[in-house]
């Protein structure tokens, strides 16, 4: 092979690398929401992200996995920098076929929200995810 072979075969593989590295990321991205994709179609900007009642006050995408948190905690030793989680607080249940019929009073998994449909999204017992219906939960902030 002569140095023309040499530096074609370098040039195609690192076409093909980075062709598969950048189909790998794009394949991992999450979904658009539907306000993202119209807020794209129409130019116009996207709305901000939702602010959570914690004491630091950070952003917080609801369509993301849940997250810990960094929450201040009130200890009888002073205040204590504590890991926190968003989960489920189940209100109600006017269907009694939904999955959570059975668990008012009761906390679940916080997966985000599908803004569109009006419902969260969480984890049932059995481990499939499910919708909670806005009206019938509300989002709270737990320690670890």
Do not use: H
């Not at 075969?9 to 979904?31: F, H």
């Not at 993301?64 to 989960?87: E, F, H, M, Q, W």
């Not at 916080?110 to 059995?126: D, F, I, N, Q, V």
């Amino acid at each position: 092979m002569n140095n023309k072979e040499i530096v074609a075969a370098c040039a195609l593989g690192y076409v093909v690398v980075t062709v598969v590295i950048a189909w790998l990321i794009a394949r991992n991205r999450p979904l658009d929401t539907i306000e993202e994709r119209i807020a794209r179609a129409t130019d116009a900007p996207a709305a901000p992200p939702e602010r959570i009642g914690t004491a630091d006050s950070s952003y917080v995408d609801p369509d993301s996995p849940p997250v810990l948190l960094n929450r201040i905690v009130a200890t009888d030793r002073g205040p204590v920098r504590a890991g926190c989680k968003r989960v489920l607080l189940i209100l109600k249940c006017d269907d009694p076929l939904m999955w959570y019929a059975n668990l008012i009073d009761k906390q679940v998994p916080y997966l985000g929200e599908w803004k569109s449909e009006g419902r969260y999204k969480s984890r049932e017992p059995a481990g499939y995810i499910n919708v909670v219906k806005f009206g019938d939960a509300r989002v709270i902030v737990v320690p670890v």
